[in-house]
């Protein structure tokens, strides 16, 4: 008979939108599986079997409520470098706690199969690593910023929503961006679009965004939004991934490197987010998102001489930022 956490899995996977506090509650303490390529250590990253969203280019690793279903999985997969995998099994906290580490991470499918899963959003996996339950969906999210216009070339619909659950008013969907499911109703956002204001799922409004970006000529502005949604949403993996190819264009190399730096703080990778703006202060020292990220990074690690050096170096080029002043 499936156990408890197997059955909570399944039923999650069913009905995306239900409550989760039961499954949460288990998962706190609970034994899990993944699929690793090295034996688990607490000296290195944790070098994980993953899928990666084709339109966000989040990573996603598949997490199994027991062993007999990891192995299960285990005998469909092909890696493409051809290494072999084995399943690593480790109490569910301890395990999120490496995934946050993860580059790219944008959440966990439990139980995968052909289906579907259950998704544990990257929030959702943080605050369980801490030992905490998270919310009830849905999660509800505000974007500080002039009402959204919305993508051109993208249909929108919009619709009345179900009073059992969430917010009141109106919803809306990009239908035709890939990728939507039931699960993304699990966190909304409210939007001010073409002048009506709607409650949106964030990763669909987050896909509608890179799918505009991918079709726009002028795209400065495009991906300002974008990444402002993403780390508003806490989608940091996926905030990661667009930053990431945006350095391999020349002409926004210097801004994509100011913000990966502050997307790796707010994700957690300190260390991360330590060497990633040494070395980029060295190609571009006039970015301040740099020093700021830098400063507050030693700070976060109890660095505090370090923060202090950093805060002067840029001082010197931002004497009036008030971040870098309150640290100098």
Same mark, same amino acid.
């Given at each position: 008979?499936?156990?408890?956490?197997?059955?909570?899995?399944?039923?999650?996977?069913?009905?995306?939108?239900?409550?989760?506090?039961?499954?949460?509650?288990?998962?706190?303490?609970?034994?899990?599986?993944?699929?690793?390529?090295?034996?688990?250590?607490?000296?290195?990253?944790? =070098?994980?079997?993953?899928?990666?969203?084709?339109?966000?280019?989040?990573?996603?690793?598949?997490?199994?409520?027991?062993?007999?279903?990891?192995?299960? !999985?285990?005998?469909?997969?092909?890696?493409?470098?051809?290494?072999?995998?084995?399943?690593?099994?480790?109490?569910?906290?301890?395990?999120?706690?490496?995934?946050?580490?993860?580059?790219?991470?944008?959440?966990?499918?439990?139980?995968?199969?052909?289906?579907?899963?259950?998704?544990?959003? +990257?929030? =959702?996996?943080?605050?369980? %690593?801490?030992?905490?339950?998270?919310?009830?969906?849905?999660?509800?999210?505000?974007? =500080?910023?002039?009402?959204?216009?919305?993508?051109?070339?993208?249909?929108?619909?919009?619709?009345? $929503?179900?009073?059992?659950?969430?917010?009141?008013?109106?919803?809306?969907?990009?239908?035709?961006?890939?990728?939507?499911?039931?699960?993304?109703?699990?966190?909304?956002?409210?939007?001010?679009?073409?002048?009506? %204001?709607?409650?949106?799922?964030?990763?669909? !409004?987050?896909?509608?965004?890179?799918?505009?970006?991918?079709?726009?000529?002028?795209?400065?502005?495009? /991906?300002?939004?974008?990444?402002?949604?993403?780390?508003?949403?806490?989608?940091?993996? /996926? $905030?990661?991934?667009?930053?990431?190819?945006?350095?391999?264009?020349?002409?926004?190399?210097?801004? $994509?490197?100011?913000?990966?730096?502050?997307?790796?703080?707010? %994700?957690?990778?300190?260390? =991360?987010?330590?060497?990633?703006?040494?070395?980029?202060?060295?190609?571009?020292?006039?970015?301040?998102?740099?020093?700021?990220?830098?400063?507050?990074?030693?700070?976060?690690?109890?660095?505090?001489?370090?923060?202090?050096?950093?805060?002067?170096?840029?001082?010197? +080029? !931002?004497?009036?930022? %008030?971040?870098?002043?309150?640290?100098?």
């Amino acid at each position: 008979m499936p156990s408890e956490l197997t059955q909570l899995c399944d039923a999650a996977r069913r009905r995306p939108l239900a409550p989760r506090k039961d499954l949460h509650t288990l998962l706190r303490g609970a034994k899990v599986t993944v699929l690793t390529a090295t034996p688990l250590s607490e000296e290195s990253r944790l =070098d994980v079997w993953a899928d990666r969203d084709p339109v966000l280019g989040g990573v996603w690793v598949p997490v199994f409520s027991d062993a007999l279903r990891a192995e299960a !999985f285990l005998g469909e997969v092909v890696t493409p470098d051809a290494r072999p995998l084995r399943c690593a099994s480790g109490l569910a906290h301890e395990l999120f706690t490496a995934l946050l580490e993860v580059p790219r991470f944008g959440g966990v499918r439990l139980d995968p199969e052909r289906g579907g899963a259950a998704r544990l959003e +990257r929030h =959702d996996v943080a605050v369980l %690593a801490d030992g905490m339950l998270p919310g009830e969906a849905p999660e509800l999210h505000s974007l =500080d910023a002039a009402p959204m216009r919305l993508p051109e070339g993208i249909p929108c619909r919009f619709g009345e $929503a179900d009073p059992s659950y969430g917010p009141s008013g109106r919803r809306a969907v990009f239908p035709t961006v890939p990728g939507l499911t039931l699960h993304d109703f699990r966190c909304l956002v409210e939007l001010n679009l073409g002048g009506q %204001a709607a409650w949106v799922p964030c990763r669909n !409004f987050a896909s509608a965004l890179r799918k505009a970006l991918e079709a726009a000529e002028e795209t400065e502005a495009l /991906e300002e939004q974008l990444v402002e949604a993403l780390v508003g949403f806490g989608m940091y993996g /996926e $905030a990661e991934s667009l930053l990431l190819a945006l350095l391999e264009g020349a002409g926004r190399r210097h801004w $994509a490197l100011g913000h990966l730096g502050r997307v790796l703080r707010r %994700a957690g990778r300190l260390k =991360d987010c330590v060497a990633h703006c040494e070395a980029a202060l060295d190609e571009a020292p006039d970015e301040s998102r740099l020093y700021r990220s830098l400063t507050l990074a030693h700070a976060e690690l109890e660095e505090l001489e370090a923060a202090r050096d950093a805060a002067r170096r840029g001082i010197r +080029r !931002f004497p009036d930022d %008030a971040t870098l002043r309150r640290f100098a």
